[in-house]
């Protein structure tokens, strides 16, 4: 989902009623950024605090590409990162995901080893259908047994775009939560859905409805969905001990624009890319008798800190054998403060750009390659902004390219070298990147190797349903990254 996709920040057809209600009732944010124009990468952040680029959700096979948990990858989510949940369990919080995963999906990875005490959802993405030779088609999990797969027993029209799975989800959430205040246990529930992502579904009630096409009536689905959520937690009376935050793994995928891509507003680029488009996400934090009721929020965020803030919420700190990247942004969401920090926008192994306060230095420009744009893979459609958008990988080290993003969103003309006011701005900000880079310890790299032998063939549960498939001999290659 993309910055521009919601009514709150300004998309014209107005058609996220409840979303934007959350945004009145809580606080905005318009400065809150992913730490990857990625998914599984940006999930990993997330829920460990740390850039992806510390943790391992990235490769080192080519310069800076971007990387993610197929089917056939060998890696996953390393057991020497500390998980948000299982942070949270110290605590004695219950915690549950709904939905994607994608921190891998060999046994070792599983979301209940890691600190979730439930799960239904997917290891993967809904791609598919795959005819079970090739390819296995993806299973759906409830808890440490696979119930079903995708296309089979979870149905995906291609045709139509009719899928019930953001019901289904809708209604896990709205359960687990009664359970939970049933039993007055504290809670964690991420709710990770997907029907955003290309193949875009949305449910028969909500098909045809949206002036956006099928991608509007996704979004539409998602919006009830979240609307439904937070008039759960009034019914029950805990919206009031109840932190909510809504927002983005990732840009709107421009490449499957329009009929199943979103909006990044005015910003330049999409998915993929580590322009504003591709990293920049609509954000929206809600606690009734808490934060001010419509807040309007300049903070510079970053889904590393939904890491620390939750930690803090909880009355626990941060791991400090390690380095957090997430900060704890509560004294901005509750008193209004501004933080001072940086943003750091990777691809794969290279930090390609770095905000401070209003200005944005590209270290390295890149959107895709000459050879990939002429298939027709294009992450910038009309957006062209010569010596910005580039083809190939353009180094700027030396002289980084330097935007206002009060004055330029959208990117579009980068500042004088000779002016003063380049000048000024280099020189903060190149004391952040020296810093930076000097205490920098990436991880072991998690995104390297491919093995169609991993591949969803026989996952646990599978001979209760007699869905086992035979995989074939194992065969590790380096991943191909193309992008």
Known sequence: ????????????SKETPNLDQMASEGMLFLDFYTANPLCSP???ALLTGRLPVRNGFYTTNAHARNAYTPQDIVGGIPDSELLLPELLKKAGYINKIIGKWHLGHRPQFHPLKHGFDEWFGSPNCHFGPFDNRALPNIPVYRDWEMIGRYYEDFKIDLKTGEANLTQIYLQEALDFISKQQASQQPFFLYWAIDATHAPVYASKHFLGTSQRGLYGDAVREIDDSVG???KHLQKLGISENTFVFFTSDNGAALISAPKEGGSNGRFLCGKQTTFEGGMREPAIAWWPGHIPAGGVSHQLGNVMDLFTTSLSLAGLQPPSDRQIDGIDLLPAILQGKLIDRPIF???????????????????WTWSNSWEEYSKGIDFCPGQNVSGVTTHTQEEHTTLPLLFHLGRDPGEKYPLSFASDEYQRAMERISVIVQQHKVTMVPGEPQLNVCDKAVMNWSPPGCEKLGKCL???KSDPKKCFWPH
């Open 42 to 44: 940006s999930r990993a």
């Open 228 to 230: 439904k959520i937070l």
């Open 470 to 472: 035979k995989p074939p």
């Open 345 to 363: 926008y990777y691809r794969g192994n290279e930090m390609m750009a770095v905000r401070v306060g209003l200005y944005k230095a590209h270290y």
């Open 1 to 12: 989902m993309g910055w521009g996709d919601l009514g709150a920040f300004g998309e014209p």
